[in-house]
């Protein structure tokens, strides 16, 4: 979850890769992906000297992405991409969110009291606080800018899911224009 492309999109790093990683002990949990070394990522089986470094320059390239993918990243339960996203938009940092109470969490769009709970609970386990120092040491994206102001409010109150192709938008530019005039994306 923590390398698909919704979240740090680490090209490379596939289920079988990552199990792979696990069973040797070369990883325990995300953050350590961080700190592995070219020669144990080519001694794995069917890895080579060329495919270590390509894994490890995706690894460091994922340091850039957004916020609000960070979070999602993280594997929070019931906290998906759009949750992420809209949490993010109203906390402008990892340390507000883990400071913020269950009341403070619901005012948020589509944030209800299983979710709100969840993110309550992920930030009172001392081992998932480690792992978000340690991915802030490394030099992940932990903070954003709130929210920017609506285009318009043409698509309020309209939940939108896009599907087919596209040949003049991506799929994320489509979403964010929707959100800027005040829709909903959903997938279903």
Same mark, same amino acid.
């Given at each position: 979850? =923590?390398?698909? #492309?919704d979240a740090m999109d680490i090209e490379g790093l596939g289920p079988s890769l990552t199990a792979k990683l696990l069973a040797l002990g070369i990883i325990s949990e995300s953050s350590d992906l961080f700190f592995m070394h070219p020669e144990e990522i080519a001694a *794995?089986? #069917?890895m080579g000297q060329k495919s270590a470094e390509n894994l490890l320059k995706s690894l460091e390239e994922s340091k850039n992405v957004e916020y609000h993918r960070v979070l999602f990243a993280l594997g929070i339960r019931f906290v998906g991409a759009t949750v992420a996203k809209r949490i993010t938009n109203q906390l402008s940092s990892m340390e507000a969110i883990s400071s913020a109470t269950i009341? $403070?969490?619901m005012k948020i769009d589509d944030v209800g009291e299983r979710v709100a709970n969840s993110i309550v609970? =992920? =930030?009172s386990n001392? $081992?998932?606080v480690d792992i978000v120092n340690r991915l802030k040491q490394i030099g992940l994206q932990?903070?954003?800018e709130k929210s920017e102001e609506l285009i318009s409010d043409k698509l309020s109150g309209f939940s *939108?899911? *896009?599907?087919?192709?596209f040949s003049q938008f991506s799929r994320d530019e489509l979403k964010l224009m929707i959100e800027k005039n005040g829709g909903k994306n959903v997938s279903s």
């Amino acid at each position: 979850h =923590f390398a698909s #492309k919704d979240a740090m999109d680490i090209e490379g790093l596939g289920p079988s890769l990552t199990a792979k990683l696990l069973a040797l002990g070369i990883i325990s949990e995300s953050s350590d992906l961080f700190f592995m070394h070219p020669e144990e990522i080519a001694a *794995i089986d #069917k890895m080579g000297q060329k495919s270590a470094e390509n894994l490890l320059k995706s690894l460091e390239e994922s340091k850039n992405v957004e916020y609000h993918r960070v979070l999602f990243a993280l594997g929070i339960r019931f906290v998906g991409a759009t949750v992420a996203k809209r949490i993010t938009n109203q906390l402008s940092s990892m340390e507000a969110i883990s400071s913020a109470t269950i009341e $403070q969490l619901m005012k948020i769009d589509d944030v209800g009291e299983r979710v709100a709970n969840s993110i309550v609970d =992920f =930030f009172s386990n001392e $081992q998932n606080v480690d792992i978000v120092n340690r991915l802030k040491q490394i030099g992940l994206q932990m903070e954003g800018e709130k929210s920017e102001e609506l285009i318009s409010d043409k698509l309020s109150g309209f939940s *939108i899911v *896009i599907s087919g192709t596209f040949s003049q938008f991506s799929r994320d530019e489509l979403k964010l224009m929707i959100e800027k005039n005040g829709g909903k994306n959903v997938s279903s």
